[in-house]
């Protein structure tokens, strides 16, 4: 992977790194689609059991329903002792990754803010495509926004400071709890869950398994702006879309629609934490930038009330 950074930025698109042969192509999409087929239905599986539901009553989310998307991959990752690394799971660039993360998690304010504040504001459903549509626009706004800092990183050596911010936007939502006399296992739940599962797991399954394997079939022959990429971006991008729109979709329990609105915007998004994912080498970077935000977002949304 890609990990030097601030290089010269363009609109020009470029082919390098010519990809493998169509049955290496072939086979990497089909793994892709069944393991994401495989990991839909044992969803489904899972939450007929009802645990995950106790999990949601209890802890406000479902720990073990997201292992199972961790799992899974992680598994074809191990047993055929494939190179990690080549999954983002690694420390390389620690410090400067850190500092892209922070970042990103500053940049993500302007979906959640004006994208998702903005939505509820007017009335927009983000569920409906009229929704989705506007927060999608400031999704592309964040993007850019991210592209141009991208390529204006430079390297960081020490990652102390970074390590501490993040403890603390951590913790200032259950401090918030605290002063408020609302803190309940619930929040801190929120905090961990958003930060871990949420953001480092989903991020380890879409851009590190997903669009890793893809980027080995397909290559990344194409350069946007400084970012090198393939279609294992863009694959990557529409599942992750995909799987937030079937979140309303489970007929057991009455849900007979899919979220297009929210499947636009998380494909947007996706786009988002694909890019940082290929510029950095790393799932250190984007699994701040969606984890950070979620977690100190969602708690906080707890504590006040917001829809």
Do not use: C
């Not at 660039?93 to 990103?104: F, S, V």
């Not at 890793?212 to 971006?233: D, K, T, V």
């Amino acid at each position: 992977m890609n990990t030097q950074l601030a290089q010269p930025s363009t609109g020009d698109v470029r082919r390098d790194e010519p990809a493998t042969s169509t049955k290496n192509k072939v086979v990497a999409i089909l793994e892709i689609l069944l393991v994401f087929a495989a990991l839909e239905g044992l969803e489904v599986l899972w939450r007929s059991t009802g645990i995950p539901q106790w999990e949601v009553q209890n802890l406000g989310w479902s720990y073990t329903g997201m292992l199972l998307w961790v799992a899974v991959p992680a598994l074809l990752i191990w047993l055929p002792r494939r190179n990690w690394a080549e999954y983002g799971v690694s420390p390389v660039n620690w410090p400067t990754n850190l500092d892209i993360g922070i970042k990103a998690f500053l940049v993500a304010f302007i979906p959640l803010a004006f994208g998702l504040g903005g939505a509820m504001q007017l009335g927009l459903d983000t569920n409906q495509l009229s929704g989705g549509l506007f927060v999608a626009m400031m999704e592309l706004l964040g993007l850019a926004l991210m592209v141009w800092i991208l390529n204006r990183q430079k390297p960081v050596k020490s990652g102390r400071r970074n390590v501490i911010s993040i403890l603390l936007l951590l913790l200032l939502p259950i401090l918030v709890a605290l002063v408020m006399g609302k803190l309940a296992v619930v929040i801190v739940s929120t905090v961990f869950w958003q930060f871990v599962f949420s953001g480092f797991g989903e991020e380890f399954t879409f851009r590190g398994y997903f669009q890793s394997r893809l980027n080995q079939a397909f290559g990344r022959p194409l350069r946007l702006f400084g970012i090198q990429f393939g279609a294992g971006l863009i694959i990557a991008s529409l599942l992750f879309g995909l799987w937030h729109a079937d979140n309303t979709y489970d007929p057991a329990i009455g849900l007979s629609s899919l979220a297009w609105g929210w499947g636009l915007w998380t494909f947007v998004a996706g786009l988002f934490f694909g890019v940082i994912r290929e510029k950095t080498g790393s799932l250190v970077a984007p699994g701040i930038a969606h984890g950070l935000p979620d977690a100190v977002g969602e708690a906080l949304r707890l504590i006040f009330g917001f829809m």
